[in-house]
């Protein structure tokens, strides 16, 4: 079935560096992607979304970059934080006509060491 | 907070038994989605209504079922439950289908 990768179960970086998280995507027609952060023993939180019709996006302090021809999407999380410290998911957006149904990836642990 | 509420927020039970899960969508959002998550698992998607009616469904169990009611909150309704039935189950919802969604902070489920 399909499924949304990422490369590194865990990622740890010192704290003030920028961390980069990526995510391998499974269908090249997907059409809108969502980065979330989670914390432990709370729901995923909306970061940042990008449509693929654009291959960048900012928010604050965070950079989504995608990249079709590779189906690949990643986070960049400028100045990292010990607040940074979650679980990052990626999803995907397959289209589908009148349903859809969001791949989630399992997910990237960022740790951040002080 | 995302506007999502989900109850409760931990509930434990012994196999065999039911419960049910409530969700009350962000104020105006139309579409409610259900989703489990297993220890070291991701989120795997259960059911998706969109104004009372069901528009998707994924790996949701027969023992499982879900609505959604007119002022637009859902219930998921878990029954014969096992062990493995223990998780993590969220609720999330979107204005229109394709939006982002927005998740709830989960209910805890375990089944001993």
């Known amino acids: 079935g399909e499924s949304v990768g990422l490369h590194l179960p865990t990622l740890s970086v010192q704290e003030g560096d920028n961390s980069i998280i990526n995510c391998a995507y499974s269908?090249?027609?997907?059409?809108?992607f969502i980065w979330y952060k989670q914390e432990s023993g709370k729901g995923p939180q909306f970061i940042i979304d990008i449509r693929s019709n654009m291959d960048k996006r900012q928010g604050q302090r965070v950079t989504v970059l995608l990249n079709k021809t590779v189906k690949h999407l990643s986070l960049q999380i400028a100045a990292t934080q010990p607040g940074d410290s979650a679980v990052y998911f990626c999803a995907e957006k397959p289209p589908t006509s009148g349903t859809y149904k969001y791949i989630f990836g399992t997910g990237t642990r960022l740790k951040v060491l002080a | 907070d995302s506007g999502v509420t989900q109850t409760p927020k931990h509930l434990i039970t012994a196999t065999g038994q039911r419960v049910t899960l409530r969700c009350s969508p962000r104020s105006g959002d139309l579409s409610v989605y259900w989703y489990q998550q297993s220890l070291d698992q991701g989120l795997q998607f259960l059911i998706q209504?969109?104004?009372?009616?069901?528009?998707a469904k994924g790996n949701i169990l027969e023992r499982f079922s879900a609505q959604q009611f007119p002022d637009l909150h859902s219930e998921l309704n878990l029954s014969s439950l096992e062990l493995g039935d223990s998780a993590l189950y969220f609720c999330a919802s979107s204005a229109v289908q394709g939006n982002t969604i927005y998740f709830g902070e989960g209910s805890w489920l375990t089944v001993v």
């Open positions: 209504y969109y104004n009372g009616e069901e528009r």
């Open positions: 269908n090249s027609a997907s059409d809108y």
